[in-house]
């Protein structure tokens, strides 16, 4: 699972209406896979990222390069570009599992595919 999905999921269990985003990685094994640089779809992406969910994110995955705000130039510096393209399309979560901050609902994640589907007494 790439970072720029887990960045837009949430937790859906039953009653969990807070703090469910982001939700945190634990026992992870993080792969990196190349992917085509395309700075447009990047630029185009920034805006839809929650920059914070995905600063703290990569600090748990020991990820420290991760400036805390969108750099003002970012749609023309392409450091920060081909950065935030290593962060979000490189960077695979390959296995472990993700859990709700609010709820500690698990949601495993095998072969790079998260589970995001809840048992009928948590919907």
Request: aromatic share 6%.
């Amino acid at each position: 699972m790439r970072l720029i999905t887990h960045n837009m999921l949430q937790c859906h269990a039953k009653n969990c209406n807070t703090n469910n985003f982001p939700l945190r990685f634990e026992n992870v094994e993080v792969e990196q896979i190349e992917a085509d640089f395309n700075p447009e779809f990047l630029v185009n992406m920034l805006p839809k990222l929650d920059w914070p969910a995905l600063a703290s994110t990569a600090v748990q995955l020991g990820i420290a390069n991760v400036p805390q705000e969108v750099p003002a130039d970012a749609a023309e510096n392409e450091e920060f570009l081909k950065a935030l393209h290593n962060l979000l399309l490189e960077t695979h979560v390959q296995q472990g599992q993700m859990v709700c901050n609010n709820c500690q609902h698990i949601y495993r994640i095998k072969d790079g595919i998260p589970n995001m589907l809840l048992a009928e007494h948590e919907i």
